[in-house]
């Protein structure tokens, strides 16, 4: 039964590095891990019957154990970008940031939550045009590129004005 649990899970979860916490009664995790093949199981558990908690539940007792690790997840994404800030594998050009979203070469992306970037984005010739308000058949092209850089697997960063790497509205970290 786990080791079917674990190829399902290696199918959805592939090449991804998400942290993975198990949730469950106690004296079944270790079996689990016993067989688990996914590297990025965290320590921490969710000890119990999961099946009477609401999904409201469940993320009120899991947030407190996983907060830590995105934090320190997104500092260590700030702190590549601050190292790699002037050259080519970094940009806060929000024109730039649309165009490599749509391509998959966004390795990191950062989204300041309170922003907005009205425009369009035409794929064909990969030509951006920013507005200051939404026009018809505009997008919110902060949300394009976070969808595009999700569909291309890459990371995406929610920030605060005060910690994201830069002073633009979103902010990127190229793949190698």
Known sequence: FFRRIDSALQTVLRDNT????????????????????????????????????SAHQIHQQVWPLMEPLFQQARQDAVAKYDRLAGSKK???????????????????????????QWGRFNADTAKVELHDNAESGDDELLDLAVTQTLLHRGTVCSVEREEAPSEAIAAAVFRS
């Open 90 to 116: 970094t940009s806060d050009d929000i024109c730039q940031i649309v165009r490599a979203a749509h391509e998959g070469r966004i390795e990191t992306l950062f989204v300041n939550v309170r922003a907005f």
């Open 18 to 53: 998400t942290p993975l916490l198990l949730a469950g009664v106690e004296y079944l995790s270790p079996i689990y891990r016993g067989i688990a093949t996914y590297p990025h199981i965290v320590e921490h558990e969710l000890v119990g019957n999961c099946d009477i908690l």
